[in-house]
């Protein structure tokens, strides 16, 4: 298998690797293929969308070391737990520039509306930012929202989450509308489906549904 | 009596919203008290057929606006009815024809000389509806067990919130409890769901609505109507008695059994 590997701006050399090709045996042999090309590097290993394990990082570590060559910097990656794991055990991991700017997408001045009342067939309300909603949305009734929207009650009416953003998500208490927009993706529903528990989001550009089985 | 002006409304058309007003109008005159009913439909007048009333009118609402006559004067008094007055709509106009404020001067001379003034508004949420509710102390609304209805009611009632009215009342129109029983017709817990409003009275399905409507005679004055006693317990519950509400349940009969054995529905 083979990996790709790029220079930085701080002088280092970074291999990409990511959930579908991230595989130890693989890493080990082609850095000890690439041993001349990297040979007194700076060495950063990135890892996109996969969780590594204890085992994992301390088997990459003990590598690292025994390979004279090269100076390994550290870990980059966008998954949390990586970089927790990586801070617990004294290694230095970065967040990677996409999540950067996925944490950038939520400016400072968003706002956060609270409306403590159901919203009747033909109602709007509108937000930069969060919505919370302590009451029902009746169908016929629009929420907009440039980020998230969670409704303390019955969601049957028409929600558009995340407005311009690549992540966000929807909950609901009770949920029972025919449609239903995040991130500018339009999500359907089966007809008279209802659903507890509620909770929508986007992802990475996946989309995750979850909810407890239906009240009917 | 602080409620003495009643507003009915829907927002879709064509679920009883001038029968109700006409029968709990009846129901109320029946008990005793003087009650006018203004049909704020103008253009598309129907109270007066409902009543029965059609070949009396001589001076309409456009009248009293235009100041032809004074309010009393355009008043047609029920035949049957004692205590029972119609203030009917012009047909050869059309809504813009009486204003918000109009209506309420109209209101506001009648008040004192009636116990309740009933106002049948149009269908839709535009200018006419506004005129009707306008002048209302109580607003109710009247919707059928589906959901192009509740979800027009639901506007409508958003609306009078907007308006600062104070929460309307519930009538639930033509519920078919065998259809309910079916899984073919929404029940009163799925239409509260939504409204989520105080329920004034579940008017059931009745199959002899037309020929009273079509004779001019509300269902109220027959004892066998079952529409008919709904409607009298509405008139009573705005007296503030309190009447309960029946549950309307169907439980097939050895009949229908039977006639479904047979394959004859």
Known sequence: ?216 | MADKVICITSGKGGVGKSTVTANVATALAMKGYKVVAIDADIGLRNLDLVLGLENRIVYDIVHVVEGVVPPEKALVKDKRTKNLYLLPAAQTKDKSAVKPEDLVKIVEELRDKFDFIFIDSPAGIEEGFRTAVTPADTIIVVANPEMASIRDADRVVGLCEAMQKPEPKLVINRLDPKKVARGDMLDVEDVLQVLNLDLLGVVPEDKNMVSYINRGEPAVLFEESIAGRELRNIAERLLGKNVPIPRWTYSESFLDKLKKLFGSE
Do not use: W
Not at chain 1, 33 to 46: P, T
Not at chain 1, 53 to 80: H, I, P, W
Not at chain 1, 145 to 164: D, E, H, K, Q, S
């Open chain 1, 1 to 216: 298998m083979d990996f790709k590997l790029r220079g930085t701006n701080v002088i280092a050399i970074e291999l990409l690797t990511d959930s579908s090709n991230f595989d130890l045996n693989e890493i080990k042999r082609f850095i000890a293929e690439k041993r001349q090309l990297l040979k007194g590097s700076r060495f950063i290993l990135s890892v996109e969308d996969k969780t590594l394990t204890l085992d994992e990082v301390k088997e990459l570590l003990n590598f690292f070391q025994s390979v004279n060559e090269l100076t390994f910097c550290g870990f980059k990656t966008n998954v949390k737990e990586n970089r927790e794991l990586c801070i617990s055990l004294g290694i230095p991991c970065d967040l990677s520039t996409m999540e950067i700017e996925k944490i950038k997408e939520r400016a400072d001045n968003e706002e956060v509306k609270f409306f403590k009342k159901t919203l009747r067939s033909g109602d709007k309300i509108t937000s930069t930012g969060d919505i919370v909603i302590m009451g029902d949305v009746n169908p016929g009734a629009e929420v907009e929202a440039g980020g998230n929207v969670y409704v303390m009650g019955n969601l049957m009416g028409f929600v558009r989450a995340g407005i311009g953003k690549s992540e966000g998500e929807v909950r609901a208490l009770y949920f029972q509308a025919p449609i239903l927009e995040i991130c500018g993706k339009q999500v359907p529903f089966e007809r008279k489906e209802s659903y507890v528990n509620f909770r929508i989001k986007m992802k990475d550009g996946k989309i995750k549904v979850e909810h407890k089985t239906g009240r009917n």
